[in-house]
């Protein structure tokens, strides 16, 4: 399968880092791949002039279509930022918000895309055609005013705030000309006419409601706060209606058959509800987020959890169309072939980007929701298929195959061990799993082992992994000897790495007590650490980066802990890690899996180059040569001075691992002095030490490099240079010679 190019957003982020109780600057790199494109992250959806059906792909930027029959395609633009809601325009055109992008877009059926931006336009969220042929939209900044916006076809923008306006989510067009939007921030619904009067109504029974539809004369809504679909009359008179099925719905609109569907986002279905009140639910759809009638008498909704788009017939009957590429990445690793691996348990299969960011993706049928992947001592990954109870292999050149993982098994974590063999977790049996190359499994169980969830290869030769139920860390012999060590009583543990300091350190999700980073020994001495900035996420996967320190996720953003236990962090935009492990590269790589996306945070080079030399090869060149220590750089930059202590330049660069360079087109008989340095997205190593060199002078022959007047010559026709160091005596000369005049010094 060929790699297919995915788009790359790269910024660049600063955080602070305690070290010591100093505080000090650390620059780093994020980028994050999202492939595509196709069905990334899609969130708004409605049906098309042309028959189809029409989406946002909030993830990578772009506007989708699909066909009832299934076709996909993308529309790119530099001007679709963070898109959200879209519409059917008067026009025949697509219209959507860009969230990001502050504009209203618009797109036609031939995929040309138009933008439209003004003062009025600030973070616009929902969009639907008015009675009066414009297009309104709910603006919701996070800074400034909510409002209600309208656009004309030709792009002329009016806003209309007013105080009962607080957290506009959806608009529809009501029964009585009227536009009608729901008011998350503050448990009402609203209503304005096309001349911009607002009006607001409040009850006991609308709570944080979400979308809003009009059908049958009156306007339905959904209320997330109190899991009911709501009911408002163009009076104002209110209706809730309740049912076990209905959990944090979501959008809602009417259906073919009369009645309205909605989905809900707690319970991951699609819900249906008469004009009665009477309701019904279907699970086994997935996350659906927003819903559309499509044109052929079903209902299509967005799956952005897992980049797919779902249909369900109004008899109940679904499927869905999954993108290929990254979906839901749960482990990650590096490969033996220089790439990073990872698991996606949205569409079934594994996917590999290599440092490029170049994308592919392998589907099988044996593979089912696999989580936890690791390189194996074969050259092939190594993973663990919950959805399907086995353990999986795949090659590097996409290869798979898969082994029962032994009755009732649900393996979770894996990891490489000491022997040679695959050891894995099986949260569900209270078990640990060994499987050989050849797939013979063995099972161990022990009293101590409860809800096994991630494992690691210890310093000391043995498998150390969490105890998800138990509030402890376990270690099992090659042999199956096991035995397990108290952690913090209120804090069920999650990741477990092996830290640079030849300790175990591991994630703690708080329960009774707050997320904290674990230290144990390996003779079972815990340390715990805290902090407040812990506190928002849930500390998942943990890893030893480039730096020396302990680098782990939380669902929101990346932590750094110091083997010292000081703890800092930095935000991962909206990435959102979740399996993180470090990249052959020297970067840290991740998965962000609810927005499906692999992340890559690169950071300063984490050591300078060494053993700078200097030699002169003519009357013009001088060779540098040094070492390389560094394990992330992208390059090297070289600077020159002249007096080896100020006016440095940089002269050139050279590409990564590369540890030589020639100055060329210097004046014969001149003194240089060089350092070295690393350099990468995020920044800067420190320098090398300094080194000299003194270009040759002239032969003798060729009747330079003598003083004016002089009778003396040099015996051998040419002077000798050698190299020396920063702060060393000047180059010796040719016995016998004379003191050549220095040529001038043109710098270069």
Not at 235 to 255: C, D, L, M, N, Q
Not at 336 to 343: M, N, Q, R
Request: net charge neutral; aromatic share 8%.
């Amino acid at each position: 399968m060929r790699p297919r190019p995915i788009a790359a957003i790269g910024i660049v982020l600063i955080a602070l880092f305690g070290v010591g109780g100093a505080r000090a600057e650390l620059t780093v790199s994020l980028t994050s791949f999202v492939d595509g494109p196709g069905i990334v992250s899609p969130y708004g959806i409605a049906a098309g002039a042309d028959g189809a059906l029409w989406f946002t792909n909030r993830n990578n930027n772009s506007i989708g279509r699909i066909t009832t029959g299934g076709a996909v395609s993308a529309y790119s633009d530099a001007t679709i930022s963070f898109p959200n809601g879209i519409t059917a325009g008067p026009d025949g055109a697509q219209w959507f918000t860009n969230y990001r992008g502050n504009s209203i877009g618009r797109i036609t059926t031939a995929g040309v895309v138009t933008a439209f931006s003004h003062p009025g336009i600030a973070s616009p969220v929902a969009i639907t055609t008015g009675p009066d042929g414009a297009l309104w939209f709910t603006n919701d900044p996070y800074l400034g005013l909510p409002s209600i916006g309208r656009i004309t076809t030709a792009g002329v923008v009016s806003t209309y705030a007013d105080a009962s306006i607080s957290g506009p989510a959806a608009i529809t067009a009501g029964p009585d000309g009227a536009l009608w939007f729901t008011n998350s921030g503050n448990n009402s619904i609203g209503r304005i006419t096309v001349a911009g009067v607002v009006t607001s109504f409040t009850h006991p029974g609308i709570s944080a409601p979400g979308g809003i539809t009009a059908e049958s004369g009156a306007l339905w809504f959904t209320n997330s706060g109190n899991n009911s679909i709501g009911r408002i009359t163009t009076a104002g008179a209110v209706t809730t209606f309740s049912h076990a099925s209905i959990a944090s719905p979501v959008a809602i609109t009417p259906g073919p058959d009369g009645a309205l569907w909605f989905s809900n986002w707690g319970n991951y279905s699609i819900g249906r509800i008469t004009t009665a009140g009477v309701v019904s639910g279907y699970s086994g759809t997935g996350l659906g987020v927003q819903i559309a009638a499509g044109s052929d008498s079903a209902l299509w909704f967005t799956m952005s959890e897992v980049n797919a788009i779902g249909r369900i017939t109004t008899s109940g009957v679904i499927s869905k169309l999954v993108n290929p590429g990254i979906s839901l990445p749960d482990g990650i690793a590096a490969g033996p072939d220089g790439a990073v691996w990872f698991a996606n348990s949205g569409n079934d299969s594994i996917g590999r980007v290599n440092t490029g960011g170049a994308v592919s993706n392998y589907v099988d049928a044996t593979i089912g929701s696999p989580h936890g992947i690791t390189a194996g001592p074969d050259g092939a990954l190594w993973f663990t298929n919950p959805g399907k109870g086995s353990i999986g292999r795949i090659t590097t050149g996409g290869a798979v195959s898969s082994f029962p993982a032994g009755a009732g098994s649900s393996p979770w974590g894996i990891t490489a061990g000491p022997d040679g063999a695959l050891w894995f977790t099986r949260p569900g049996s209270n078990a640990i799993g060994r499987i050989t190359l050849a797939g013979v499994v063995s099972t161990f169980t022990d009293s101590s082992i409860k809800y096994p969830r991630e494992i690691t290869t210890g310093p000391d030769g043995a498998l150390w992994f969490t105890n998800g139920a138990g509030h402890s860390v376990g270690r099992i012999t090659t042999n199956g000897t096991v035995s397990a060590f108290p952690a913090d009583p209120g804090a069920s543990p999650e990741g477990i790495t092996t830290g640079p300091d030849g300790a175990l350190w591991f994630t703690n999700v708080g329960n009774t007590s707050a997320n904290s980073v674990g230290r144990m020994t390996t003779a079972g001495v815990v340390t715990i650490y805290t902090d407040i900035s812990l506190s928002v996420g849930s500390p998942h996967s943990i890893a030893t980066g480039p730096d020396g320190a302990l680098w782990l996720t939380d669902g929101w953003v990346l932590f750094r802990v110091t083997t010292g236990g000081a703890i800092d962090y930095f935000d991962a935009g909206s990435c959102r890690p979740y399996g993180i492990t470090l990249g052959p590269d020297g970067a840290l790589w991740f998965t962000g899996r609810r927005m499906n996306v692999i992340g890559k945070a690169v950071l300063p080079p984490t050591a300078a180059p060494t053993a700078l030399t200097a030699t002169a090869l003519s009357r013009s060149q001088i060779r540098l040569v040094w070492t390389d220590t560094v394990a992330n750089e992208s390059g090297f930059r070289i600077e020159r001075s002249w007096n080896g202590s100020s006016e440095w330049r940089q002269i050139g660069t050279v590409a990564a691992n590369v540890t030589s360079f020639t100055h060329a087109r210097q004046p014969a008989l001149t003194t240089s002095y060089y350092r070295v340095r690393a350099t990468n997205a995020a920044g800067n190593s420190s320098y090398s030490n300094a080194a000299s060199a003194t270009t040759l002078g002239w032969l003798a022959s060729e009747g330079q490099g003598l003083n004016p007047g002089s009778a003396v010559r040099p015996t051998s026709g040419k002077l000798a240079a050698t190299t020396t160091a920063a702060g060393a005596a000047a180059p010796a000369r040719s016995s016998g010679s004379s003191r050549a005049a220095r040529p001038s010094r043109t710098r270069r």
